[in-house]
């Protein structure tokens, strides 16, 4: 449930919008809300079920959840919906990693803890997949039904936590919630600025203030870090430079996920003219391309440097994308997207594979778990950070060939015609992005010895 609500609103981004007049900027916070939250309080959601219990914790974060998805349901105006994603964000990030650490507690070690993992993994997939089909065609009926269907789920899952769960020994730990609500506060910050900057213009106070405060909020988070007792992001853990690279190219190869998707679905929809049930049915392709390299990088990390796969998916990504933005209205699905659609998620699975074991590669058992939640929150706050800079480029290209900001059912075929256009540079932006990554890429020189022996690591530490 929690993977599907990160994808389903993709879908349901170009009705939305027209029912509730949201601005192009607006229409962007209603899934960046949800990733900010979300990915800025991960760490802190999983310290505050180790402090107070993860089964009470998880019942708190599902029912945060489930209360969100009904006022995400009845919002009536782009201020009550993004509110509501950000508290919906909220209640994911503390359900999301008791969840896991639930898994791990209430198996034994030995073969029903690991098919008990391989579960959890299996639904991440469906998850993801299914918020495809599932919010095209809830979409259909009516967009406010991709977020009024998890309350009922919502109250199932909390009735059966009470019933099987086990309370999970806890101790009153620091927590450190400064550092959570400084560095959220301050990558939402500067989102707005940037999101905001194209519209109300870049010499803004709005615009300019917002730039300013989130970079002296991120500044002050740095120095709580480094004093904290409990911090959630122990310096130490960066002083490998490899990892450190690492860590910039999972996040930008998120961020080509995260906003191609955004991008494609209003393409398809607003200038092709595709139903939100037919735009879901044509991301699945990306999905088994994706599944497919996945395949092939896993055998493939263990013979051959991960920065050789991260580049070659790299290259694959960025020539799907920058083909992608060549097109126009006249584009068919057959003819011109189905092939980069499968080829681009063939190199997001081909680059994505390998990265999470070089971020855990030559460490100890006691530093995989914290090295994984960074790789976690650096795949979660890829997308949304990006989202402001891409976003605010296509923006600004509609703009400046004459296009409007708003609902595209209201615009006239010229107006159609630029915001097409700036749809496609923002696949500019995202092959920038899968450059990025790329590069970097260059500066992790893991061997592959080291990646299986963290991919057998990560296997014990599963195994418990």
Excluded at 34 to 41: I, M, P, R, T
Excluded at 103 to 118: K, L, S
Excluded at 245 to 263: H, P
Excluded at 284 to 309: C, D, E, N, T, Y
Aim: charged share 10%.
């Amino acid at each position: 449930m929690v993977v599907l609500d990160g994808t389903v609103a993709n879908l349901a981004l170009a009705r939305l919008q027209d029912d509730l007049g949201l601005s192009d900027a607006g229409r962007n916070w209603v899934v960046t809300s949800y990733a900010l939250a979300f990915g800025g309080l991960m760490l802190l959601g999983g310290r505050i079920g180790d402090a107070w219990g993860r089964k009470k914790m998880f019942i708190v974060g599902v029912a945060m959840f489930t209360v969100s998805s009904l006022l995400c349901g009845l919002a009536f105006n782009e201020a009550t919906l993004v509110a509501a994603r950000a508290l919906q964000g909220t209640g994911a990030a503390i359900a999301a990693p008791t969840a896991l650490a639930l898994v791990a507690t209430t198996f034994a070690p030995g073969p029903a803890r690991n098919q008990a993992f391989a579960i959890f993994a299996a639904m991440t997939g469906i998850g993801s997949i299914a918020g495809l089909i599932v919010g095209g065609a809830l979409t259909q009926v009516s967009w406010r039904w991709i977020f009024l269907i998890n309350v009922p789920i919502g109250f199932v899952i909390v009735g059966l936590a009470f019933l099987a769960l086990r309370e999970t020994d806890h101790e009153r730990l620091s927590l450190d919630v400064q550092g959570a609500v400084l560095a959220t506060l301050g990558c939402t910050a500067i989102v707005f600025g940037i999101s905001e900057g194209p519209e109300l213009g870049w010499r803004s106070g709005w615009v300019l203030g917002a730039l300013v405060a989130g970079l002296v909020l991120l500044a002050v988070f740095l120095v709580v870090e480094r004093n904290a007792d409990n911090p959630l992001v122990p310096f130490s853990l960066f002083a490998n430079r490899d990892r450190v690279a690492t860590f910039i190219a999972i996040f930008f190869a998120s961020a080509v996920m995260f906003c191609m998707a955004i991008y494609v679905a209003q393409f398809v929809q607003n200038i092709l003219g595709y139903s939100p049930l037919k735009a879901g049915l044509a991301f699945i392709p990306f999905a088994f391309g994706m599944g497919a390299s996945a395949f092939v990088a896993s055998k493939l990390a263990v013979h051959i440097q991960a920065r050789w796969l991260v580049i070659t998916g790299g290259a694959i990504m960025v020539a799907g994308l920058l083909y992608g933005s060549t097109l126009d209205g006249t584009a068919t699905y057959l003819g011109n997207l189905f092939v980069p659609i499968v080829a681009i998620g063939f190199g997001v699975g081909m680059a994505v594979v390998p990265l999470p074991l070089c971020a855990v590669a030559g460490v100890g058992p006691a530093e995989i778990g914290p090295l994984t939640a960074i790789t976690q929150v650096a795949q979660t706050l890829g997308g949304p950070l990006a989202l402001a800079v891409i976003g605010a480029a296509a923006t600004s290209r509609t703009l400046s060939l004459g296009g409007t900001n708003g609902p595209a059912s209201d615009m006239d075929p010229h107006q159609l015609w630029a915001l097409g256009e700036g749809y496609t540079f923002a696949l500019v932006g995202c092959a920038g992005c899968a450059v990025i990554a790329g590069a970097v890429a260059l500066f992790i020189r893991f061997t592959p010895q080291q990646v299986a022996l963290a991919h057998e690591a990560q296997e014990a530490a599963h195994r418990g």
